[in-house]
């Protein structure tokens, strides 16, 4: 029998949100935050024309793609660091500062991944435990050790929906040492309306030791090719390039990626039904009785305690999927109008009990 690290006794591993078929063949995946619409025709064009290229290696540099990213959002193309996904890219960022005895900071409940990937690399995690559904910034502060080397901020915060506004970021920018990575996790950012939700790109301009990291996942519709980046400064951005594994972001999920900034206006019409949406199954939800937290996300947040596993039950009785942690709650992605009606319904049905 091989020896494997003993790390990997403790280890949850990911369990990602799975699909259900309800009786009638109903099948409504809100459990991973995805878009609900398929690719947009030139997205599907760009990769049928990229296939016929698949025999050989893509361009490891990535140089369209980083050229368009760095083009859109104004930032110098030496800023922009990519990964097979935005999971990839944090992975990468612990590659670049996992030592023995090395501390990563993040919330906690807040994305699955962040323990995992310290896990993996080694890291210490010290887990802030949030106040209410809300990053607590005083305490993540307070944590700070001189064994520190990274802290994570996800705004808005995956899975209670929550978000940081300006001052309450800066103030707590202010406070780490400039030897400490502070990566903003904005995986959602493209769903945001309320403006006093800081854009990570504001602040990290004149802070060398703050980085965004942002996806193709969620928006932009294409989580399934896994291309997500970084937006750092040079040192940062050339540590990450410096430990990405050879050719991580395949030919297809390049082109992909290109072609959906080229259609970017329509798909920032996709957000914004999605973020109406949004609006209409919180204010629906609260009206039957539920508390639910104001959200910047594509998903909304149900606390539940020890109903969640049944709530989750009886969503997927329906033929909805939902995202269950058990013990505290259910988070459920917004999905395609009739989609979101399944859920409502069911979310009546599960508070009539
Ligand atoms: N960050 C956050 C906060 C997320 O919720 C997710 C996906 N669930 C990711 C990063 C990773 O997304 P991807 O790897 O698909 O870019």
Redesign the pocket.
């Known amino acids: 029998m091989p020896r494997f690290r003993s790390i990997l006794d403790t280890m949850p591993g990911y369990v990602p949100g799975k699909a259900v078929v309800g009786p009638d063949g109903r099948s409504f995946k809100l459990s ?2 995805e878009s609900p619409d398929g690719p947009l025709p030139s997205v599907v064009q760009a990769i049928a024309e990229g296939a016929t290229q698949i025999n050989r290696y893509p361009d490891p540099a990535a140089v369209r793609l980083t050229e368009a990213i760095a083009a859109k959002l104004e930032v110098p193309a030496e800023h922009v660091a990519l ?8 992975q990468e960022l612990f590659a670049t500062i996992a030592e023995p005895g090395a501390e990563v900071i993040y919330a906690w409940r ?4 962040y323990p995992l990937l310290a896990d993996l690399a080694g890291v210490t995690s010290v887990r802030v435990p949030l106040d209410g559904e809300d990053h607590d910034l005083d305490a993540m502060a307070e944590a700070i050790t001189d064994r520190t080397r990274m802290i994570f901020v ?1 705004n ?4 209670t929906g929550t978000s940081i506004r300006r001052d309450k970021l800066v103030a707590f920018l202010d406070r780490v040492p400039q030897d400490v990575l502070v990566v903003l ?4 950012r493209e769903y945001v309306r309320d403006e006093e939700v800081v854009d990570g790109l504001t602040l990290y301009r004149d802070r060398p030791n703050v980085c965004v ?6 928006a932009y519709g294409l ?1 399934g090719l ?3 980046y970084l937006i750092a400064h040079e040192p940062v951005a050339a540590a990450v390039r410096k430990v990405i594994v050879p050719f991580a972001i395949n030919h297809l999920a390049q082109v992909a990626a290109v072609a959906s900034l080229a259609a970017e206006d329509e798909l920032l019409e996709r957000v914004d039904l999605v973020v109406k949406e949004r609006s209409r199954v919180r204010e629906t939800l609260i009206a039957q009785g539920w508390e639910v937290p104001p959200t910047e ?1 594509n998903f909304v947040w149900l606390r539940l305690g020890d109903r969640t596993l049944d709530f989750a039950a009886a969503c997927a009785a329906e033929g909805i999927a939902v995202r269950p942690f058990a013990g505290e709650g259910a988070r459920v992605s917004i999905g395609a109008p009739a989609e979101n009606d399944a859920f409502l319904a069911a979310a009546a049905a599960f508070r009539a009990r």
């Open positions: 991973s935050n990964g097979a996904g935005s999971v990839t890219v944090a807040s994305f699955e991944a996800c808005p915060n995956n899975p996790d904005e995986a959602y990291l942002r996806t193709f996942s969620k989580a896994r291309v997500g996300a």
